[in-house]
């Protein structure tokens, strides 16, 4: 049974001749009770704007329509999908806006009123640099409350890693600094057509009033992909480059400096971000 009364995602499929492009990372989600569910997984939309990267042939777009958002902003790069979303517009009048462009480009407050969720089948090849994006505004709280995300199974645990885990790095504190983060499902890799090569999540990340602890966005990222990128690095070797005086730094914010990235927490990081953004 049909969500609405719109053809199945394979005729739209067959109809528009959407064969998938690997280089735009597309995966299709084909059942529209697992889009629904995926959609119910953002939350009650009904007095929320929702923006969605990467409608394709629409699949999570009919979700969110149907299980009742007051708008969506969907934003896709690739233009022979244009034909199967104008027939959602049409089906869901004046409450979806289908954008063609590259989402790394179009700036969505623009065109939605805050605080408006996100949810989104993101294409893997910007899905982090999104994250990191929607992470890292110089002010909190952000234009956003949540965010329902799929990716990669392995992405999905690097975002709500904890410390001294393996996955641990900078997208878990950067997450997990300023939002709660949960993997709110998981899928295999025949839900999609084509199937892709590796699993996938869905994570939910909630916005905090405030971030856990103070600290400048910038730096936060800077010293975080510092550490992580010599992540074996005892962190006075790692930082080095950052400031010939690293260890008084690293002292002041309670770290052993012979201390690895991957065993300090988020508090940890923010005191470091906080002392190296006050000097001179
Ligand atoms: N939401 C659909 C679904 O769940 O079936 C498709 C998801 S597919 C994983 C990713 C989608 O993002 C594709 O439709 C692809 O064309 C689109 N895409 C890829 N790069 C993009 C970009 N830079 N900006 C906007 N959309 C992009």
């Known amino acids: 049974m049909s969500i609405d009364h719109l053809p199945s995602l394979k005729q739209v499929i067959d109809t528009h001749g959407l064969a998938a492009k690997k280089s735009l990372g597309q995966n299709f989600l084909l059942d529209l009770n697992l889009t629904a569910k995926i ?6 939309n009904d007095d929320h704007d929702v923006l969605e990267i990467g409608p394709g042939p629409g699949g999570l777009t009919r979700g969110l329509l149907a ?9 896709e790069k690739d233009e022979r999908c244009l034909p199967a979303l104008a027939e ?6 004046d409450r979806l806006k289908v954008m063609l462009g590259d989402a790394l480009d179009i700036n ?6 805050p605080p408006i969720r996100v949810a989104a089948n993101l294409p893997y090849n910007i899905g982090t640099e999104l994250l990191v994006r929607w992470l890292t505004p110089p002010e909190w709280p952000p234009f956003w409350d949540s965010l329902t995300l799929m990716f990669q199974r ?6 709500t890693a ?8 900078r997208l878990a504190v950067l997450a997990q ?9 998981n899928l295999p890799p025949e839900a999609f057509s084509p199937p892709p090569k590796v699993s996938s999540a869905v994570v939910h990340l909630t916005a905090l009033p405030a971030p856990r602890f103070p600290a400048d966005a910038k730096m936060l ?24 005086d690293i260890e008084d730094h690293l002292n002041a914010a309670g770290i052993k400096p012979t201390e690895r990235a991957e065993q300090i927490d988020v508090e940890g990081f923010c005191a470091l971000a906080r002392s190296l953004s006050t000097q001179t």
């Open 221 to 244: 990222q800077h010293v975080t992909a510092t550490a992580f990128n010599q992540r074996r690095k005892m962190l006075r070797s790692s930082l080095k480059g950052l400031t010939p």
């Open 67 to 75: 299980e009742g958002a007051r708008r969506v902003l969907a934003i």
């Open 39 to 44: 959609a119910r997984l953002s939350g009650r």
């Open 162 to 169: 904890e410390p001294g885990s393996k996955a641990y790095g």
């Open 154 to 159: 392995e992405v999905a645990q690097r975002i």
């Open 108 to 113: 969505p407050r623009d065109h939605l009123t």
């Open 88 to 93: 959602i517009e049409t089906a869901y009048p």
């Open 177 to 185: 600094w300023r939002t709660d983060a949960t993997i709110v499902m």
